[in-house]
């Protein structure tokens, strides 16, 4: 994973709305709270429709009603995960305020204008509001250098496109099927949710599932999303059905093993994290019963409602459900309200997709109940979260305590004599906690660049990486050891990215957790307030750790203490003698070359070891 974790809490800024009131101040607030009641209300209206009572507007029937699921609840909901996310991601403001005031309003205006004759005036609107997404977090990731994530920021603008397309065909404008356009935009909300339900629900799993070992496969991931693609493709060129066929039904078959990989059926006692796994297990039937449609063997609106109905409702309402407490300061779990949420979708999926397939006779009964059971969810979540949602979060008043003002101690930093504060409170869990050290500013006055604490961390991590700072670079970007230090350890460790990244199985927090500067001849060293505040804090959060990784001399002088040898290279050397807790290392600057020249032992005797240790921790 290359994202710190996705349902960290908001931290602690002046407020941007009026005191009490916090809907404006984050992307998820606004548009969870409008997804849920539109979506409650907008299959009603549906229904309404399909009995001939609601008037004809420019959107009508099955058009209108694939066209507000997808590009109105859907689109919604995607914003708010993205808007927060990307702000956890980057550490780069998303909009707040009258800005997200105006994403909110256009997207408001496209909902009313599609019950309109003003046909052109609904197509740019509703083509207006993913683009206006697309540029609202494109420039965090463009500040930031986010490069990983910038293929949403096109994702985004690709659906504006599809938006438009599908209402300059209704209009007769542009040469294209209406339903074409829907299905292209579901192939591309289906490949959306495979890229962040691949990222999110193992790492959910592992942090919330004691024991879970869920597990990815690079060659699995690859297939999974390759094989949405070519659906898309396949779609976009009209290829045979057949063809299609046999790409959605090897799409299945690759989804399923890598559902298979996270191991759901330990997840059961966790609502939070199995709805996540129900969710994903609806895109398998989703492309199975595509491709069996495709054979012509079945009715292809089966296939569309295990992907909405299923895959979408139950992906969304469990996002917004875990989102939403973590970025509220509540515990990641479950009560009876969210409980009968996930119920209600899981089984308004199973009526409408299998309620027609087991009596042809009972389809309209069908429809009407999922519509029931889908509205319930979302009106029951919608009441649960409104107060959730407008409110601060939940431990403002304890987060401000523990960052700004917590009691005041003496310790020695750099020589000195100086007060500096010591949280001295409890937290919640490790996501509040990572919240509080981001938020820290103990040492402001002392950083060129500013506070920008970079550490990430996971309960389930069984390797903690100590390294000294972060450079210019890292302080840039947000990601630790995103430069050529950090290719070099992790060549070392033998990981990729995606497992380095993974913060359900290595824990990154260095000795300092901002850039303290240039000093003679390179970086100055770690701020000594880091570990003063915040380490036993956190290492009292990771009971899972096995190797602890002290890279230079600050992480071995505070880990090792009088144990250490007199130089670097003998402290290294004398490895053994550490194990199996700590391994101490150099580190891997390329500045220090010479060293390793050297030193030709390390990378002969030490690296191996260390790449046999991580293996045996199944790290890989």
Known sequence: MHEPPLNRPERPTAPSAAPGFALWNLGFRPFYLLASLFSAISVLLWAAQFSGYLPSGYLQGPVWHGHEML???????????????????????????????????????????????????????????????????????????????????????????????????????????????????????????????????????????????????????????????????????????????????????????????????????????????????????????????????????????????????????????????????????????????????????????FGGIASPGLYMVSVQLSALLWAAAFGLYAVRYWPVLTRPRQADDDQRVAVIAPPAATRKIRGESEKIAVPEIGYPSLEALLAAVRACRACEAHLPLGPRPVLRAGETARVLVVGQAPGARVHATGIPWDDPSGERLRAWMGVDKDVFYDESRIAIIPMGYCYPGRGNGGDMPPRRECAALWLDHLLAWLPRIELTLLIGQYAQRHFLGNRRKSSLAATARAWREYAPQYMPLPHPSPRNQPWFKRHPWFERQLVPELRARIKTLSVR
């Open 71 to 353: 590009f109105g609840y859907t689109t919604a909901v995607i914003a708010g995960f993205l808007l927060t996310a990307v702000r956890a991601w980057t550490n780069e403001p998303t909009p707040s305020g009258v800005p997200l005031m105006a994403l909110a309003a256009l997207w408001i205006c496209g909902r009313v204008l599609v019950l309109t004759p003003l046909a052109m005036t609904a197509a740019v609107v509703n083509a207006a509001f993913p683009v206006a997404v697309a540029v609202a977090i494109g420039t965090p990731l463009l500040r930031s250098r986010n490069v990983r994530n910038y293929f949403f920021v096109g994702l985004l603008v690709l659906m504006g496109g599809l938006i438009l397309a599908v209402h300059l065909a209704l209009q007769g404008r542009f040469e294209l099927s209406p339903r074409l356009g829907l299905q292209l935009a579901l192939d591309l909300v289906l490949f959306i949710m495979a890229v962040m339900g691949g990222r999110v629900i193992p790492m959910f799993t592992n942090n919330g599932v004691t024991g879970a070992n869920a597990t990815r496969n690079a060659l699995v991931e690859k297939f999974a999303l390759g094989t949405v693609i070519l659906l898309f493709a396949a779609d976009l060129l009209q290829l045979p059905q057949t063809v299609i066929a046999m790409i959605a039904l090897i799409s299945a078959l690759a989804h399923g093993v890598r559902l298979c990989l996270w191991k759901p059926w330990r997840t059961l006692a966790t609502p939070l994290v199995w709805i996540l796994h129900a969710a994903y297990a609806w895109i398998v039937v989703h492309l199975t019963l595509r491709g069996l449609s495709g054979l012509e063997l079945l009715g292809g609106s089966l296939a569309t409602h295990a992907l909405t109905v299923g895959a979408i409702g139950g992906l969304t309402i469990g996002m917004m459900t875990r989102t939403a407490r973590g970025h509220t300061g509540r515990p990641l779990v479950a009560d009876g309200f969210e409980l009968t949420c996930f119920l209600l979708i899981q089984v308004a999926a199973t009526v409408r997709v």
